[in-house]
């Protein structure tokens, strides 16, 4: 290789690895920004804002559904598996809400530990299979 | 040292004429397999047990998201060869890449606001994945606005090629934003290592659908080049026998 093009080559590759690290440091300071949500152990740890416009997510905990009979208001608790935040929301659910399945709901903090939701998304998980097997594998008990 | 094939690649009619021949069985063969994919996994694919037919979107969103990442490895390795070997094809390839990466990215974002809206129950949501989609897509233009924006063309082409070189470090953040962070969008479902979450009779025409998206994008980067190439070469005896019909 001629030398010449040798240099080029070597700040080509000083461009890419000074910039990543500069990036990759800013991404890694701001992580706590980047995330969208709260699980619920960090709200149980306090380590959520009160008072203030945030996001919690987590699965639907089974059986916690409460609809009610005069409104569109439904109360239902959402889990990380290590804590527990309960949910008060009023408004129309996306199709893919329901008991075991993930969700992030935004809104605040009450001081009684209660998650007043103004908006509550579906998230769907990684999992893509047909109903049959989705029935055989329920059957099984290994529905995941 | 067989440097010959490398610096076959710089000659304008030699890369005209090879990407003609390519062109010649691609095309037809990109245009089988996208229609075979499209009509096997829309009609006959199995429907998900969880979200009914709306799954269906995935066999455009996924294939045109994973190319949009790959074409931009394609744009910055161009504009690297081109800053080092000062090679006038590779300075025309990034160019050509940066519209068609635009495009797909786009369309990744629309395919999936569409989708999100009947899942997620909402278009967009500020998560590390979309986000960084965006900035992948400002990058596409950014790379194409600043070769136009500059009148020497010499310069336009290194500034463009930095650009480019700066902005690979976005890639592996958005491949890996849905790890790294709590994000709405969910985990790959097809892992290079592990086990993929999909079932086998979803995944066959998805994984057809994502190999036609690359043979399209060969196809659109092969017709992008020749065009360019016809374009910036003119004045040359080669072009005016080629448009002349002269051989």
């Known amino acids: 290789m001629h030398p010449k093009r040798k240099k080029r080559l070597w700040l080509v590759i000083g461009v890419v690895i000074f910039s990543s690290a500069g990036i990759g440091l800013i991404a890694y300071g701001l992580s706590g920004n980047i995330n969208l949500f709260y699980p619920p152990a960090e709200v149980a740890a306090g380590k959520a804002p009160h008072g203030q416009s945030i996001r919690v997510g987590g699965m639907v905990v089974e059986g916690s559904i409460q609809r009610s009979t005069s409104s569109l208001e439904v109360r239902f608790e959402v889990t990380d598996y290590a804590a527990v935040v309960p949910v008060i929301y009023s408004g129309i659910l996306p199709d893919l809400f329901d008991e075991g399945q993930g969700v992030v709901a935004a809104g605040m903090l009450t001081e009684q530990g209660l998650f007043q939701a103004t908006e509550v998304l579906a998230k769907h998980d990684e999992n893509y299979m047909p109903p049959e097997v989705a029935d055989a594998l329920e059957k099984a008990g290994k529905l995941p | ?247």
């Open chain 2, 1 to 247: 040292m067989a440097w010959t094939w490398f610096h076959r690649l710089g000659s304008p009619p030699w890369i005209y004429h090879f990407a003609g021949r390519v062109l010649r069985y691609l095309l037809p063969l990109t245009l089988l397999m996208l229609c075979v994919g499209a009509v096997w996994g829309l009609a006959f694919a199995p429907p998900d047990f969880r979200q009914g037919n709306s799954y269906r979107i995935i066999y455009i969103h996924v294939p045109v998201s994973v190319v949009a990442l790959a074409g931009y490895y394609v744009m910055a390795i161009a504009g690297a060869v081109s800053l080092i070997w000062r090679m006038k094809v590779a300075d025309l390839m990034m160019r050509v890449a940066a519209p068609i990466g635009a495009g797909l990215t786009l369309l990744a974002l629309v395919t999936g606001a569409v989708w999100g809206k009947p899942t997620w129950g909402t278009w967009w949501v500020w998560d590390a994945r979309i986000t960084s989609m965006v900035i992948l897509l400002f990058l596409y233009i950014g790379v194409y606005a600043l070769y136009e924006a500059y009148d020497n063309k010499t310069l336009a082409a290194k500034a463009c090629a930095i650009l480019s070189l700066v902005g690979t470090v976005n890639i592996p953040i958005i491949y890996k934003s849905v790890d790294w962070w709590y994000s709405l969008h969910q985990p790959a479902s097809i892992k290079f290592t592990g086990g993929t979450t999909i079932d086998p009779s979803m995944l066959y025409p998805l994984l057809l659908m994502i190999s036609a998206v690359y043979a399209l994008y060969v196809c659109l980067l092969l017709l992008g080049l020749r065009a360019g190439l016809i374009d910036s070469e003119s004045t040359t005896n080669w072009v005016k026998r080629e448009v002349l019909g002269e051989h």
